[in-house]
């Protein structure tokens, strides 16, 4: 099983500022089936970026992703309100899928 | 748009089955390039694939949970559903269900991702 290791755990920052979370995996992961996801209290879960760099339907440019093998980055450029929330990675290239355990972005 | 919506009853005995359906609306549940899946997350900790199905019937199930897990697929009602026999305290959790994007970009690279999502049911195990 891959297990993904996602920090900081939680990450506190000012609207306007740059946000980067990272996913560590436990062996090497095909880019092309990371991940990232948004996720906020009593709301579906928002797929932010797919193939480990692409921005889904929808998707705001200031969300990006990078990185290949082990290491993966999610970088928001300029935090708005809105992007308050919890962060999870997933591989989906290996049985059982896998989720990292979440990164909080809180207001600071 | 696709929309995915879970349905069932919220609290479950111990021991007991735990049942929910997933009903898609905006696509058919027959589209050839997408898989529907089950995803759970326990009260504060973090998520967990439990398995997916394909329209035919082809199932993949994450094995910490294929001792207890049925996904079947009903495509006359445009749904799909999860089963988990014999639950526990353990398997509280709010349960989601999603598409899964299946396929093969032009450059040859495969796929896929998990979008869109139900909002999530809360599921109790409580006696």
């Known amino acids: 099983e891959i297990v993904l290791t996602q920090s900081p755990g939680t990450l506190s920052l000012s609207p306007g500022e740059r946000a980067t979370l990272s996913c560590r995996a436990s062996q090497s992961v095909i880019s092309s089936y990371l991940g990232w996801y948004q996720l906020k209290p009593g709301q579906a879960p928002r797929l932010l970026i797919y193939g480990a760099s692409s921005r889904a339907t929808g998707i705001p440019d200031r969300f990006s992703g990078s990185g290949s093998g082990t290491d993966f980055t999610l970088t928001i450029s300029r935090l708005e309100p809105e992007d308050f929330a919890v962060y999870y990675c997933q591989q989906y290239g290996s049985s059982p899928y896998t989720f990292g355990q979440g990164t909080k972005l809180e207001i600071k | 748009q696709v929309q995915l919506q879970e349905s069932g009853p919220g609290l479950v005995k111990p021991s007991e089955t735990l049942s929910l359906t997933c009903t898609v609306s905006?696509?058919?549940?027959?589209?050839?390039?997408?898989?529907w899946g089950w995803i759970r997350q326990p009260p504060g900790k973090g998520l967990e694939w439990i398995g997916t199905?394909?329209?035919?019937?082809?199932?993949y199930y994450n094995p910490s949970l294929t001792s207890r897990v049925y996904i079947s697929v009903d495509t006359s009602k445009n749904q799909f559903s999860l089963e988990l026999s014999s639950v526990t305290a353990a398997d509280t959790a709010v349960y989601y269900c999603?598409?899964?994007?299946?396929?093969?970009?032009?450059?040859?690279?495969?796929?896929?991702?998990?979008?869109?999502w139900g909002r999530g049911t809360l599921v109790t195990v409580s006696s």
């Open positions: 199905t394909y329209y035919s019937g082809t199932t």
């Open positions: 905006g696509g058919s549940i027959s589209s050839s390039n997408y898989y």
């Open positions: 999603a598409r899964v994007a299946d396929y093969y970009e032009s450059s040859g690279h495969g796929v896929r991702y998990f979008d869109p």
